[in-house]
């Protein structure tokens, strides 16, 4: 018996080794990217309803990985998203090595926890859900237990959280209390932002959020200083998303 629990206990030990190697820098992947998109598999969304009821997590992922994404986004909040931590497990298993944004409104630790657990390389954490002093906490957790952090604003009060240290700093072009989608919020708070974070190879990548559905758009919001494009309904609402990705980006490169 004591052979069995000594096989049980260094089966454990791999296991949990093959989950503290480090994961695909979602940071690097957008600096060395031509296009920095970041694909998003959203099946929800509380404003419109099911954008894709039957999306599969195993397979529009991947798709999106084998169609020039530099990294994906996966929504796991249930309620109002119709998301699933499972959901990035299933895109791991697929075959997607590229970086995984894990999603959600996070405001405890123990959802640090769960986006290890799951697979994830990033981590999304939200100004206006969080005091400065949470933010800190969350990010500080976060950084220890080896996930990249995506710090997401929205005005320009919420700035002054980009120099709380997270790895990349997104500006949200959706009101989360309205819901209403506005690119220009991006554009109006560019400057503001670099100014916020500093200029070396230590600052964080600059990241524009929702709403973004040209390819003319992407290239006026790299122009102002964003690396990274985090699009989602604009590919989920077509019938294959991972072709609309292609198409888009081939569209961009025409730019």
């Excluded at 959280?161 to 209403?180: E, H, K, M, Q, T």
């Amino acid at each position: 018996m004591n052979d069995i629990l000594q096989q049980i206990v260094a089966t454990k030990r791999e296991e949990l080794a093959a989950m503290r190697r480090p994961k695909p820098s979602l940071r690097q992947a957008l600096t060395d990217s031509p296009t920095g998109i970041i694909a998003e598999f959203k099946r929800r969304s509380p404003s419109k309803g099911w954008i894709k009821e039957e999306g599969r997590a195993d397979i529009i992922p991947q798709s999106y990985q084998q169609n020039g994404a530099a990294a994906l986004s996966i929504l796991t909040d249930k309620h109002y998203f119709g998301g699933h931590d499972d959901f990035v497990r299933q895109a791991r298993r697929s075959g997607v090595t590229i970086p995984i944004l894990y999603k959600n409104f996070v405001i405890d630790e123990m959802q640090l926890y769960e986006a290890v657990l799951c697979g994830a390389s990033a981590v999304l954490l939200i100004a206006a859900c969080l005091s400065k002093q949470e933010c800190k906490t969350l990010l500080s957790t976060a950084h220890g237990l080896g996930l990249e952090v995506l710090l997401e604003m929205h005005s320009e009060r919420e700035l002054e959280y980009a120099r709380l240290g997270p790895d990349l700093c997104g500006i949200n072009n959706r009101n989360l209390g309205s819901f209403v989608t506005d690119v220009a919020t991006s554009f109006r708070l560019a400057e503001k932002l670099r100014y916020a974070v500093g200029e070396g190879a230590d600052a964080p990548v600059l990241v524009s959020e929702s709403g973004i559905s040209s390819p003319a758009t992407v290239r006026e919001l790299r122009e102002a200083g964003f690396r990274g494009f985090l699009i989602g309904e604009t590919f989920m609402k077509e019938a294959d998303p991972g072709l609309a990705l292609n198409n888009f980006i081939a569209e961009l490169e025409k730019i």
